[in-house]
């Protein structure tokens, strides 16, 4: 059965590839759980540390780091909408070249911006990410980027919305309590590195308050700094692309109903969920194609007590 399942991954990877345009290598961060790319900026030599992130509206620099800082031409400050925030940036012209694996991307615009707790140089965000049918396949380390005119599909994949709000992209989710079922709508956020974190909002409206089991709290830091509180949870049954997860130890917000996020979405998917599946994400028809992958039965690392 192995060596069936080691045939038929290989199988599949290799139909992406010989179709595939350009691919693009990422690793894990063991203690963020965030996917990692190397970039080259502006032909220099040496790579940067960049975050992929699908709940980023942009592609951002870390502004303490100074070499990359010094490879941009900043020009003036603009408003970004972000999934949790609107936020005031410095910005660069059109006029940047990233080069990730394969991949080079001229005519990038990048905002500066400053994180002092980040781990990484900078981050890759919806603005790059949109102009190519994007393949992510987490239990091989890769991405495959597309135009969108070449075929790339995944066997028994699921088809799902993607859903814009606040510069990022969303799609449907429901869990299931003892009586009854509630579906919302979650933001795709491969910049999180937990497995679900329900919105305040979600929360009262379905009143989960007493239907969660919960089993500690944790400390929380929005997209725009901001701190709030967590309780960690357990939820009965989550379904999401055709696939049910019983006992999902999550993360439930306490006073999240002013993050501008909640105006969109019911909560967070996060990485810790998404790396579980092969995803396609066609953003020009605005569809989602994801299939479990082999580590859909992986246990659940990434939740911390505080």
């Known amino acids: 059965m192995k060596q069936f399942l080691s045939i038929l991954f290989f199988a599949i990877t290799a139909s992406l590839v010989s179709f595939a345009r350009d691919i693009v290598p990422f690793t ?16 220099d030599t040496v790579p940067f540390n960049f975050v992929l992130d699908t709940g980023a509206s942009a592609v951002f620099a870390n502004s303490n780091s100074e070499r990359l800082v010094k490879l941009l031409n900043l ?6 909408e972000n999934a949790y925030s609107t936020t005031i940036a410095y910005k660069t012209p059109h006029d940047n070249q990233l080069m990730m694996g394969s991949l080079i991307c001229d005519s990038i615009q990048i905002y ?9 140089d900078g981050i890759i965000g919806l603005s790059l990410l949109k102009n190519f049918k994007l393949g992510i396949l987490p239990s091989s380390g890769m991405m495959v980027f597309c135009n969108y005119e070449e075929p790339l599909r ?22 299931k309590s003892d009586t009854c079922t509630h579906s919302g709508i979650f933001m795709l956020d491969t910049g999180f590195g937990g497995t679900v974190n329900f919105s305040s909002k979600f929360i009262e409206r379905n009143g989960l308050s007493n239907k969660l089991k919960e089993f500690g709290n944790a400390a929380s830091t929005d997209g725009a ?10 939820v ?28 969109v979405f019911d909560g967070i998917i996060g990485y810790d969920i998404l790396k579980r599946f092969n995803m396609i994400f066609d953003f020009n028809n605005s569809k989602l194609y994801i299939a479990p992958n082999f580590d859909f039965f992986s246990p659940f690392t990434f939740i911390k007590h505080q």
């Open 112 to 120: 500066c911006d400053t994180d002092p707790n980040a781990q990484y």
């Open 154 to 175: 995944f066997p028994d994949s699921v088809e799902l919305p993607l859903i814009s709000g606040n510069g990022v992209l969303g799609t449907d989710m429901s869990i």
């Open 236 to 263: 009965p049954r989550t379904f999401f692309a055709g696939e049910a997860l019983p006992l999902l130890p999550c993360q439930m917000d306490v006073n999240s109903s002013n993050s501008a996020y909640t105006n």
């Open 75 to 80: 020009c003036d400050t603009d408003t970004i």
């Open 225 to 234: 700094g901001v701190s709030g509180e967590t309780l960690l949870v357990t």
């Open 28 to 43: 894990i961060n063991p203690s963020t759980n965030q996917m990692e790319v190397e970039v080259f900026v502006n032909n």
